[in-house]
C-alpha cells in the first residue's frame, strides 16, 4: 500500500473520529448507490474534509480484499492468461526496488513516481498492457492507448508467455525511466 494512504488511514480515527473500519460499517449500512452520494454524507452529516471521505469511501468499496484477492478475481475465467500476468510482475519487479505493484479491481497499476504501466485482462485470451510513453511514435505492435483512453498513451495487446520479448521489454524499461 503507498505510504501517503497508509499514513492517512492511520490518522482517521485522530481526524475524523472514527477508524476506517467504523466508517466503512457506517456506510454499508447507508448503502448508497453514488460514491459522490456516500462522500457527501460524510462531508455533511459528520464533518470529515473531502479528502477523507473521498478515501473511506474508495477503500469501504473494496470489501477488504486483498491484492491478491483483487488479482485472482481479474483472472477467473481467465486462468490461461495468468502465467503472462506472472511473468510480466517478476520483470517489472527487476527495475527497482521503487517500483509499486497496485491491484484494482479490473487491472494492475505499476507505478513509480507515477503509474508507468497498467496490466488488464481484456478478454479471456488477452491481456492488455498499457503505457506511458509521451513522444513515442506508434507501431503495428505498439498501439495507441485505445480503451485506456487518457491512463495510457500505448497499448500493446499479449496472448502469450513468448510476446514477452526484448522489444517489450525495452518499452517497459522506457516508461519506467520516464515515470520518475
Known amino acids: 500500500?503507498?505510504?501517503?494512504?497508509?499514513?492517512?488511514?492511520?490518522?482517521?480515527?485522530?481526524?475524523?473520529?472514527?477508524?476506517?473500519?467504523?466508517?466503512?460499517?457506517?456506510?454499508?449500512?447507508?448503502?448508497?448507490?453514488?460514491?459522490?452520494?456516500?462522500?457527501?454524507?460524510?462531508?455533511?452529516?459528520?464533518?470529515?474534509?473531502?479528502?477523507?471521505?473521498?478515501?473511506?469511501?474508495?477503500?469501504?468499496?473494496?470489501?477488504?480484499?486483498?491484492?491478491?484477492?483483487?488479482?485472482?478475481?481479474?483472472?477467473?475465467?481467465?486462468?490461461?492468461?495468468?502465467?503472462?500476468?506472472?511473468?510480466?510482475?517478476?520483470?517489472?519487479?527487476?527495475?527497482?526496488a521503487d517500483v509499486v505493484i497496485t491491484p484494482k479491481k479490473g487491472s494492475v497499476s505499476i507505478i513509480r513516481k507515477r503509474q508507468f504501466i497498467l496490466i488488464k485482462p481484456a478478454t479471456k485470451t488477452r491481456i492488455d498492457l498499457g503505457f506511458k510513453l509521451k513522444d513515442t511514435p506508434t507501431t503495428d505492435r505498439l498501439e495507441n492507448s485505445g480503451p485506456f483512453g487518457t491512463m495510457c498513451t500505448h497499448r500493446v495487446k499479449l496472448s502469450e508467455i513468448n510476446e514477452i520479448d526484448a522489444e517489450l521489454k525495452a518499452w517497459i524499461q522506457e516508461a519506467y525511466d520516464k515515470s520518475v
Open 1 to 96: 500500500m503507498d505510504s501517503a494512504l497508509q499514513t492517512m488511514i492511520n490518522n482517521m480515527p485522530e481526524k475524523t473520529g472514527k477508524s476506517l473500519e467504523a466508517w466503512t460499517t457506517i456506510l454499508k449500512e447507508k448503502a448508497f448507490e453514488k460514491h459522490g452520494q456516500a462522500v457527501t454524507f460524510l462531508k455533511q452529516e459528520h464533518g470529515v474534509t473531502h479528502g477523507f471521505a473521498n478515501t473511506i469511501v474508495t477503500l469501504s468499496k473494496q470489501d477488504n480484499n486483498s491484492e491478491e484477492d483483487l488479482v485472482q478475481a481479474q483472472y477467473k475465467g481467465k486462468e490461461a492468461l495468468f502465467p503472462i500476468y506472472e511473468a510480466l510482475i517478476a520483470f517489472v519487479n527487476s527495475l527497482g
